[in-house]
């Protein structure tokens, strides 16, 4: 293994180490209402950030002695050695598009640019053809979630249809 | 009324039109989630949560069991004909189905796959339909002690057993402590974690975590990690048929399949990683034809097939008596539960006793209905691998943002789902398994206020926490999880050093 990956694993522990530092801040910092009786609200915290930084340094240590974790597989054959960070961000990028659009232009707005946008760093080139089984899906999925469930979806630039 | 007589009630609830509509789609949509990659019964049923506002509880809980259920016999399909075992439970019927499969007996592979799954589905629901009321008759004595014993001892099995490494699998549920920590303390009021902002004081919800973690983590993981090419499916030839010497070699594997998931199933340990793998190896040990093992047996196959629907059955009894999940999918259900004000528990079987049997009921008929869906019509659901691979995570992609945001309808969860999404793929990256985070996060807050409790009635007290027999023999169970592994690993090395 490379020093390159002993990094990342390193920074992976780190955090939650740090995760489990942020518990502790938080909770000593904590205001704690006077009622709270023998066993207040902060017990568990501690408990809970103790086990975490415990439990990263652990791995630190592991880590340093050369014990590394193995990446998981898929079910889509081989793994690569090195992060695609390029699909990656692209993947990431269009999943933060949604949370942006789905109140200010709607359900079927959000969820077509979102469909669109994985699946063109997944691979599908034939942009045409995309955007239209992307508007489909997503017109299916509006109206058998609205209509045939009754879950709400924001209508956004469809209100009144 | 005896446990036969509410049996017969029950099937009188489960057979009207309506649960039995509901039952159907819950086994079509449970096979379909099990046949695709990428997406299981967990992210399944979290996606349709929200119908709980407008469906009846019976209704619901049918479907959602149905597709508990039709998730194992879509999986067993995938890892015959794909050779990408998708859960844990499918990697044993992989490593003997799929060489089948090369072998043209693709078709024997994925009848006693399903047989074996209907028989150990009847048997293990069988078992259930009797033990989990037993065994909530005798849970109404167990202290908040004994309760927060039980879920320690849960915490560890799952931490330490599940994924190569301990440590790793501590984090996990490290991780899942915290995020449960976060919101106003229900007992004190006390804000834990919020950073001032006003939506966290609700906590976060289970059903984003879960769905992004699973959904969006493995589309991130995919899109970075995976080689871009397609899978090869091997064609089936012929009908999902079995010989007579198939059914000689398979109906003794089926039963003793049975015999190891159940009990494994009941007892938290891990998820159904352990029995199928036990019953792997039992099977290789005592078949006459040893050497076919690695080359396509049938007793590779119908063995961990049937100890992994067992094993799905008897994580329903700790959930249905206790309200303790064991594995990912019995926490959504459980979450599916609590939405109707239903808490699973020792009162469970007294305060919605229709409900429950209806619900067990329903297992039995929905293992039926899997066994005459799956069987004769496998090769409708193999044509669903040729969905393109984008279209596939983009659809997964938009169920789980589409899911993260009808939970609460709040934007904020979308963050959320995001941010958890990328510790999802963090923690594929660094091979950290994800369903401790999971049981982590349910069952913190659940572990904290049986903590509390028992404290509050001791004044404080710690021993108050071992003080009853159950607590002593759960922690001697707890020692015994934790140490075992230690001391075996340290006698390997010590007799490796003496060679």
């Excluded at chain 1, 780190?14 to 704690?32: C, H, K, N």
């Excluded at chain 2, 150990?120 to 909530?136: H, N, Q, V, Y």
């Amino acid at each position: 293994m490379n020093n390159k990956s002993i990094k990342g694993e390193l920074a992976f522990a780190g955090s939650l180490l740090i995760l489990g530092l942020i518990v502790v801040f938080d909770t000593a910092t904590m205001l704690v209402p006077p009622a709270s009786g023998t066993i207040g609200p902060q017990i568990f915290p501690y408990l809970v950030s103790g086990f975490l930084i415990l439990v990263s340094l652990g791995i630190i240590i592991q880590i340093l002695r050369g014990n590394l974790g193995q990446p998981e597989g898929t079910e889509f054959g081989d793994t690569i050695e090195k992060t695609d960070f390029k699909t990656l961000l692209i993947v990431a990028g269009t999943m933060a598009t949604y949370p942006l659009l789905i109140e200010r232009a709607g359900f079927v707005v959000a969820s077509t640019v979102a469909f669109f946008g994985v699946s063109f760093a997944f691979g599908a080139k034939n942009t045409p053809k995309n955007l239209l089984v992307s508007l489909i899906f997503s017109l299916i999925v509006y109206f058998s979630f609205t209509r045939g469930l009754n879950v709400n979806l924001p209508s956004g630039i469809l209100r009144g249809i | 009324m005896g446990n036969i007589e509410s049996l017969i009630n029950g099937f009188a609830g489960a057979l009207t039109l309506t649960n039995l509509t509901f039952g159907l789609i819950g086994t079509i949509l449970g096979t379909l989630v099990g046949v695709l990659p990428g997406i299981g019964p967990a992210l399944a049923i979290a996606l349709l949560l929200p119908i709980t506002y407008t469906v009846s509880p019976a209704s619901a809980l049918i479907m959602f069991a149905a597709i508990y259920y039709g998730a194992m016999y879509g999986g067993s399909t995938t890892s015959i004909l794909l050779n990408t075992p998708g859960e844990s439970g499918s990697v044993m019927t992989a490593l003997e189905g799929h060489q089948m499969a090369k072998r043209g007996r693709a078709g024997a592979a994925l009848a006693t796959a399903a047989i074996g799954s209907f028989v150990a589905g009847t048997i293990a629901t069988l078992i259930l339909a009797f033990a989990a009321p037993s065994l909530a008759g005798w849970a109404i004595a167990v202290t908040a002690a004994d309760y927060f014993a039980l879920m320690l001892v849960a915490f560890t099995t799952v931490g330490t057993l599940l994924g190569r490494s301990m440590l790793r699998g501590l984090a996990s549920l490290g991780v899942g402590l915290t995020l449960g920590l976060v919101g106003s303390d229900l007992q004190s009021g006390a804000v834990r974690l919020t950073f001032g902002n006003l939506h966290a004081i609700d906590g976060i919800e289970t059903v984003t975590v879960i769905v992004s973690l699973f959904a969006i983590g493995e589309a991130l993981y995919i899109a970075g990690r995976a080689k871009n090419t397609g899978w090869s499916i091997i064609p089936m030839k012929g009908k999902a048929l079995m010989t007579r010497q198939d059914w000689k070699r398979s109906w003794r594997p089926w039963l003793r399949g049975t015999a190891i998931g159940f009990p494994l199933g009941v007892i938290p340990a891990g998820g159904s990683e352990i029995p199928t793998f036990l019953s792997y190896a039992t099977e290789k040990k005592l078949s006459k034809n040893k050497d076919e093992f690695g080359k396509g047996a049938i007793e590779g196959v119908a063995g961990p097939e049937a100890a992994n629907n067992a094993n799905a059955a008897g994580a329903l009894v700790p959930l249905l008596a206790l309200g303790l999940p064991t594995s990912a999918t019995a926490a959504v259900v459980l979450v599916a539960f609590q939405s109707y004000n239903i808490q699973p528990g020792p009162l469970l079987f007294v305060t919605n006793a229709d409900i429950v049997w209806t619900l067990i009921a329903s297992l039995f008929i929905g293992n039926t209905l899997l066994l005459l869906l799956n069987l004769p019509f496998v090769r409708v659901w193999v044509r669903l691998l040729k969905i393109p691979r984008p279209y596939l995570f983009s659809g997964i992609t938009c169920f789980a943002l589409m899911g993260a945001y009808v939970a609460n309808n709040a934007i904020f969860d979308l963050w959320i789902a995001l941010g958890v999404g990328i510790i999802g793929f963090a923690f594929r990256r660094f091979g950290v398994p994800i369903t401790p985070l999971i049981i982590g996060l349910i069952l913190g807050p659940m572990a904290e206020l049986q903590m509390r409790r028992s404290l509050q009635i001791s004044s404080g007290d710690v021993s108050a926490l071992y003080g009853t027999t159950l607590s002593k023999v759960l922690y001697l169970i707890l020692i015994m999880v934790v140490i075992a592994p230690l001391v075996w690993n340290f006698k390997k090395k010590f007799a490796n050093k003496n060679k």
